[in-house]
């Protein structure tokens, strides 16, 4: 890693000691941080028909928490997996359905599978100019790379015909998972010095069956590891337009640049720790939960650990119970109760139930430790990135590929939003700061 030399430091001392901006001022100026409002709600700036999150009624102005539910073009997600679990995966009607706002027939689902499957070959070359010759630590950021390189192999990068989009952001759809299995393998080869294989993706495999067979050496896999992928991939394929990198596709889409830079900015968006990088912070902080406690069965042992990382004792000394909470969801979280449901299947079958017990026990009590210790009463529910990362763990999965899976499927809802600015966007985001600086005379140089 390169160290900063002396000028570089300071200069980065001289950013450092910049004044905070009081906090006061946000309140003075009524700011909206984080975009939130008093209440903790969203700010609304925008409509969208892609996806939908509800986990409140308003009644007589109060919020009313209710079971967490999740829609994708107006259906709600537990009814679309009722509907393909155990028959066919799932992961590509969910796509069709958020790209085009209906469920395909089975002869469209046919052609659409047989579309993706024509499209995920690499172009010509680019395995080995665009990832191998440029391995990254962070396959987040190789991802990222290779879909701004991909405008460099496109006959018609910039147009924002509908068909031209819908033809990009199809390819980026089925190229995503080569893109990260490749962008990991360079790195196991490059950074790890592990052996480098590489496997060409079966254009007759899904999406969750290619991704298994592109990271596993031998390629194998089982239906229920590729069953159980699927779902994760459909829970993870879209969740409305106020969150963060979905938000990022509308904001960087409305500017009317291209394609590759509007879904670029949404990987840079999702590998943050705060968003998609937080399966990894729950997988590590529950790794260490299994380390340091003694008796896996022991409400109390469970507990006391728990206390100890909320009283900042234990783990990364944050306070926080990674995975158990959410910025929307209250009651529960629809997706972690889906993915909870088919994730005790696979526990059975890689013999890791005693571990998926630990899970369930923590997702019990940690609320419980949680207001004992900060005497607040906030509902909390177990999120999506809790389960996730057990079921990537269970599939075998690194902790380097848990953010880019979740990218391998937001894919899907990133071109649905991309696809509904340019049709219904027309006017480039542009929100307010308030600048707070004080006015300053100009100083000559000599007199610095």
Same mark, same amino acid.
């Given at each position: ?39 903790? @709600? ?12 509800? #986990? ?48 395909? $027939? ?20 680019? @395995? ?5 010759? /440029? ?13 701004? /390189? ?19 952001? !199809?390819?980026? !759809? /089925? ?73 990022? $596709? ?6 009317? $640049? ?59 000394? #944050? ?10 969801? @209250? ?37 419980? /430790? ?32 848990? @953010? ?38 100009? $100083? ?5």
């Amino acid at each position: 890693m390169e160290e900063m030399n002396n000028k570089d430091f300071m200069i980065a001392e001289l950013a450092a000691k910049k004044t905070k901006i009081n906090p006061d001022l946000y309140t003075k100026y009524n700011v909206k941080r984080g975009l939130r409002n008093n209440d903790g @709600t969203g700010v609304l700036v925008g409509l969208t028909e892609v996806g939908e999150v509800m #986990s409140y009624l308003m009644d007589d102005g109060d919020r009313v928490p209710v079971e967490g539910r999740l829609y994708y073009q107006g259906y709600e997600v537990s009814d679309l997996v009722a509907g393909f679990y155990k028959k066919r995966f799932g992961f590509e009607e969910a796509a069709y359905l958020l790209l085009t706002g209906t469920l395909p $027939t089975e002869e469209e689902l046919k052609d659409f599978n047989e579309l993706l499957g024509s499209k995920r070959m690499l172009p010509n070359g680019f @395995t080995e100019d665009m990832i191998l010759k /440029a391995p990254s630590p962070d396959v987040m950021n190789k991802l990222a790379r290779s879909v701004l /390189a991909s405008y460099s192999y496109d006959s018609n990068p910039d147009s924002l015909d509908v068909s031209n989009v819908m033809r990009q952001c !199809i390819e980026l !759809i /089925a190229r995503f998972p080569v893109m990260v299995s490749y962008g990991y393998m360079a790195r196991r080869h490059y950074v790890e010095h592990q052996s480098l294989f590489l496997h060409d993706p079966k254009p007759e495999y899904s999406t969750a069956e290619n991704i298994l067979h592109l990271i596993r050496p031998d390629g194998q896999f089982t239906e229920l590891e590729a069953r159980v992928l699927d779902l994760a991939l459909v829970l993870h394929a879209e969740h409305g337009g106020g969150n963060n990198s979905s938000f990022v $596709t509308h904001a960087v889409s409305s500017t009317g $640049t291209d394609t590759y830079s509007a879904i670029a900015a949404a990987v840079g968006s999702l590998k943050g720790p705060q968003h998609g990088g937080a399966s990894n912070k729950a997988y590590a902080m529950m790794c260490e939960v299994r380390e340091n406690v003694e008796d896996w069965t022991d409400d109390k042992q469970v507990k006391a650990y728990l206390t100890k990382i909320l009283k900042k004792e234990a783990f990364d000394k #944050s306070g926080l119970i990674y995975g158990i909470g959410h910025a929307v969801y @209250t009651l529960s979280d629809p997706r972690t109760r889906l993915l909870k449901k088919y994730a005790e299947a696979l526990a059975v079958a890689t013999d890791n139930k005693e571990v998926f017990d630990l899970y369930t026990k923590v997702e019990e009590l940690a609320p419980v /430790a949680f207001h004992e210790v900060k005497h607040n009463d906030k509902i909390m529910c177990a999120n999506v990135d809790y389960y996730a990362g057990l079921i990537y763990s269970m599939l075998g999965i690194p902790p380097e590929l848990f @953010t880019p899976l979740f990218a391998c499927a937001r894919i899907a809802g990133w071109s649905a939003h991309r696809i509904e600015e340019i049709v219904s966007g027309g006017r480039i985001m542009r929100p307010a700061f308030k600048s707070v600086s004080k006015r300053r005379k100009y $100083t000559p140089i000599e007199e610095r």
